[in-house]
């Protein structure tokens, strides 16, 4: 009975930087959400995926932020040219569907710091 | 739009005593409400959720919630908070497709 794990935990990186987050959504889940928690906020909503397709990535903050999930399962959050203001947690969570009703499940999130 | 607003940034209580972190919302439908705990280092965990229905939920750890729609407020109380209960807790509104909006945030410190 694994949880939404995510990799790395922590990510330290200099400004500029490619950077890679990956999730591994509870098996079964067509619905995976990625949000970004900056300090002191509450999680903000990037981009989710029903099954292999981007469903709405109206979330992602500018065009160097870009997230895969290829076979329906593992995704993968991709940061281009990384800058000081990315820094932040970023959270996973899948879901059973994507009903407004349907319980999300969170990982742990990964913490990004950008020097 | 929708948005959620948790007025209390920090609420310290003492153990044994009674809690309430307010939430207010807005949305235009009828919403999916939902609060999470987030200890450190830990995600997101649900505490409980309203779809329809008897406006007073209860959810685990003895939390309970109440919505209600003319204060567009959905409310989170325990009668007695324990040491254990020292977290984050977030009020969120799920919205389409299950995207959903989070308020910044209650920090609750519990005294023994």
């Known amino acids: 009975g694994a949880g939404v794990s995510q990799t790395p935990s922590n990510k330290v990186t200099e400004k500029g930087k490619y950077v890679e987050l990956r999730c591994d959504p509870i098996?079964?889940?067509?619905?995976l959400y990625w949000y970004r928690q900056s300090l002191g906020q509450g999680p903000e909503f990037l981009i989710y995926?029903?099954?292999?397709?981007?469903?709405?990535d109206s979330g992602l903050p500018n065009d160097r932020f870009f997230a895969v999930r290829p076979e329906g399962s593992v995704s993968t959050l991709k940061i281009q040219r990384t800058e000081r203001g990315d820094s932040a947690v970023y959270l996973c969570?899948?879901?059973?569907?994507?009903?407004?009703?349907?319980?999300?499940?969170f990982g742990p999130g990964t913490r990004l710091t950008v020097l | 739009a929708q948005s959620v607003t948790q007025p209390d940034i920090h609420i310290t209580v003492s153990e044994g005593a009674s809690l309430e972190l307010r939430c207010n919302y807005s949305y235009g439908a009828t919403p999916y409400l939902f609060w999470y705990v987030q200890s450190p280092g830990q995600g997101l965990q649900l505490l409980l959720k309203?779809?329809?229905?008897?406006?007073l939920v209860q959810g685990i750890k003895g939390f309970e919630a109440e919505f209600k729609r003319s204060q567009s407020s959905f409310n989170l109380r325990k009668p007695s908070v324990h040491w254990s209960d020292a977290a984050e807790y977030f009020c969120?509104?799920?919205?389409?497709?299950?995207?959903?909006?989070f308020g910044d945030g209650t920090t609750l410190t519990v005294k023994p």
């Open positions: 309203y779809f329809s229905g008897d406006t």
């Open positions: 098996s079964g889940h067509t619905a």
């Open positions: 995926f029903q099954g292999t397709g981007a469903a709405d």
């Open positions: 969120a509104v799920g919205g389409d497709a299950g995207k959903s909006t």
């Open positions: 969570a899948s879901s059973p569907g994507t009903s407004g009703y349907n319980e999300q499940f």
